[in-house]
């Protein structure tokens, strides 16, 4: 009860307020140094990123909630790293998908088995492009997913079958809006100059 009252008096003066706890993909020392290595050698790229072929894939499940935890912090401590989880990438129960983003396109959202007979046609309809596959680098392919899952998590009626779930899928894929994915791609600058900076560790983004 006397921590309790402590924090609703620290909160009322604005030294520690409630956040959702900040989520970081687990790192090995390996991992780090192959990130900034990769954020170097494009350190000093900007159109060239409207060339590339962002793809990744992600399982989304029924019954799906926005798994955010919270945590009483001061402001400005966000990146404070005490305030973080480690979480490790790891596949569940669910239906799998896989889509590609690139500077004024996307794919089609894609339930597959195979990436061939569906990548290779996208692929043609671009000039020069340079694939990307995700691999935990300071990527905006995965944003998209999030953009998805929220619009699954708030709607009012939630899919109750996998085929149902299929459907909500495509809807929230085709609703992505252009403008947002370009605006994804336009920060890679600004993702990769934060990396270098962070020597290879988490970035804010």
């Not at 192959?34 to 990123?49: A, F, I, K, M």
């Not at 709607?155 to 495509?170: D, F, G, N």
């Amino acid at each position: 009860m006397e921590e309790k009252l402590n924090f609703l008096k620290l909160q009322k003066e604005k030294f520690i307020e409630e956040h959702n706890i900040k989520m970081e993909i687990y790192q090995k020392k390996e991992h780090r140094r192959n990130r900034l290595e990769w954020c170097r050698q494009r350190s000093l790229w900007d159109e060239e990123w409207n060339s590339i072929v962002f793809s990744d894939e992600s399982r989304f499940c029924l019954g799906m909630h926005d798994g955010r935890a919270r945590v009483r912090r001061r402001r400005g401590e966000r990146r404070n790293p005490q305030f973080f989880v480690a979480r490790h990438v790891h596949h569940t129960v669910g239906v799998m998908v896989w889509g590609a983003i690139a500077h004024g396109s996307k794919s089609p959202l894609i339930f597959i088995r195979v990436l061939e007979p569906h990548l290779l046609p996208y692929l043609d309809t671009l000039a020069d492009p340079t694939f990307q596959q995700d691999n935990a680098r300071p990527h905006v392919a995965r944003h998209v997913w999030d953009m998805m899952g929220r619009r699954l998590v708030n709607l009012q009626r939630p899919p109750q079958t996998l085929e149902a779930l299929r459907e909500e899928l495509v809807v929230a894929w085709n609703e992505i809006p252009q403008e947002d994915i370009d605006h994804l791609i336009r920060s890679m600058p600004r993702r990769v100059g934060e990396c270098v900076a962070h020597q290879g560790a988490s970035t804010h983004y």
